[in-house]
């Protein structure tokens, strides 16, 4: 069976420092891979998707780029984070454009 | 962007009662779908309805298109306590799904 893993759940950066947030999918192969944001109490964001390797298209324009260095590994960064990118962050896959299946989410904070 | 949009924004209701929840969107869609998320947590998809179909169930979960409105519905019959969460849907071409601001319903004891 398919499983998708996202970590960490939680993270507190300082403002100004690098970030990095890893999602693996387990169980499939060529999947469409995602990144979403959520703020509090809100719908979610597209921020990247992915429809295979090293193939990233970005929804908005922000802090933040993504990364596919493997057919099952999708990678958000910042070189500097902002107060603004505090959120909860969560990663999906797809297969075929249908339903997604979402990690456990990471709660990012930055200080 | 955002293409659907829930309504209503929460919605409170005692054990054993009905919750329904609507959404709509702007452009024509291949599917429609519904996801639930519980606080703190990843969405769990719970529903697809194609653009050719009008109703689909599954469990307690009943789901309408009107692509003509350009609206769907998702009613929950019988709620339960854990049934308390967010509820989104999602509209879905190519490869991109979009998701509303979600209906918070809170289910009483």
């Known amino acids: 069976s398919q499983t998708i893993h996202q970590w960490p759940a939680t993270l507190v950066q300082p403002v100004g420092s690098p970030l990095s947030l890893e999602c693996t999918v387990e169980?499939?192969?060529?999947?469409?891979l995602y990144w979403y944001r959520q703020a509090a109490g809100r719908g979610l964001q597209l921020l990247f998707y992915s429809v295979g390797i090293g193939q990233i298209s970005s929804e908005v324009p922000q802090n933040l780029s993504a990364s596919r260095p493997q057919d099952r590994q999708f990678i958000l960064s910042s070189k500097k984070l902002l107060l603004s990118d505090s959120g909860f962050y969560l990663c999906?896959?797809?297969?075929?454009?249908?339903?997604?299946?979402f990690g456990q989410g990471t709660r990012l904070t930055v200080v | 962007s955002q293409q659907g949009e829930e309504d209503p924004q929460a919605l409170s209701i005692q054990e054993g009662e009905n919750a329904t929840m609507n959404c709509s969107y702007k452009t024509s869609i291949n599917n429609l779908q519904w996801y639930r998320q519980n606080s703190g947590r990843g969405l769990v998809h719970l529903i697809l309805i194609r653009s050719n179909e009008r109703e689909k169930h599954s469990g307690r979960l009943r789901v309408t298109l009107d692509t003509s409105k350009k609206s769907s519905s998702l009613l929950i019959t019988a709620s339960r306590a854990a049934d308390t969460a967010s509820y989104f849907c999602?509209?879905?071409?190519?490869?991109?799904?979009?998701f509303g601001a979600g209906t918070t319903v809170t289910v009483r004891a």
């Open positions: 999602a509209t879905g071409n190519d490869y991109k799904l979009s």
């Open positions: 169980g499939t192969s060529n999947p469409n």
């Open positions: 999906a896959w797809s297969g075929g454009g249908l339903e997604a299946f």
